[in-house]
């Protein structure tokens, strides 16, 4: 068996797991379930570590077979978990703007910042405490899995500036977790500023859709 050979391995072994397992993608609200991903994503990562874990050609065909199904399975499960996160948390979180992103192997909860702070505040309005209380249940509900609270700003004003309000207003959110039962080390906080922005910043729509927070729930299988 040639070096070339070994993609069409990986694809291989991904499909015969895939075929293992039943699909199931469902839509709960508004949040986007992908199950069925984390099967491929865990399909693919299992075959690549059986071919190269094999010492010769059959060893490697069996691995990537063997390795293939036994991470589809492993990423079925964790699908299905984060599927079953996201619509718990679509029906307990009351305020519709908050979005409920699964990517299939982690989960985005996307709070826009004007329902969070006051225009160049860290301090948590009042009205938004009840669905951090509510989304920490959640997490609790949910182990097993790290939790990034990562603060997000547009481009008006200076870099550094809003490099440091992001991050105050990540440590912020990330406090009321803590305060509401979440464990603090299963808790990381970052300020990324106006590196990562989601829409343009040449208009005020697309600037309040980059000033935001994002608590991504991943799972540590």
């Keep these: 068996m040639t070096f070339m050979k070994i993609p069409a391995l990986a694809t291989t072994a991904g499909l015969l797991a895939l075929t293992a397992c039943t699909d199931i993608n469902t839509n709960t609200g508004n949040s986007n379930t992908r199950a069925n991903e984390g099967v491929g994503v865990g399909a693919a990562t299992g075959a690549l570590i059986g071919i190269l874990r094999g010492n010769n050609a059959q060893e490697r065909t069996q691995g990537a077979i063997i390795g293939g199904i036994l991470g589809g399975a492993i990423g079925g499960a964790i699908g299905t978990n984060l599927d079953r996160q996201a ?37 948590l309005q009042n009205t938004l405490r009840s669905d951090l209380a509510a ?29 440091e309000l992001s991050s105050r207003r990540a440590n912020a959110v990330a406090a009321v977790l803590v305060s509401n039962g979440v464990s603090r080390s299963r808790i990381r906080s970052v300020g990324q500023g106006e590196d990562q922005p989601i829409a343009s910043n040449l208009t005020s729509a697309g600037r309040a859709q980059n000033r935001r927070v994002e608590i991504v729930i991943r799972p540590n299988g």
Excluded: E, K, W
């Design 135 to 163: 989304l920490a249940n959640n997490i609790q509900r949910f182990p097993g899995s790290t939790i990034i609270v990562a603060g997000h700003t547009d481009n008006t004003g200076a870099a550094s500036y809003n490099q």
């Design 87 to 123: 619509a718990d948390l679509q029906a307990t979180l009351g305020d519709g703007r908050i979005q409920i992103i699964n990517n299939g192997d982690h989960l985005i909860v996307r709070m826009p910042q004007d329902i969070l702070f006051s225009v160049d505040s860290s301090t």
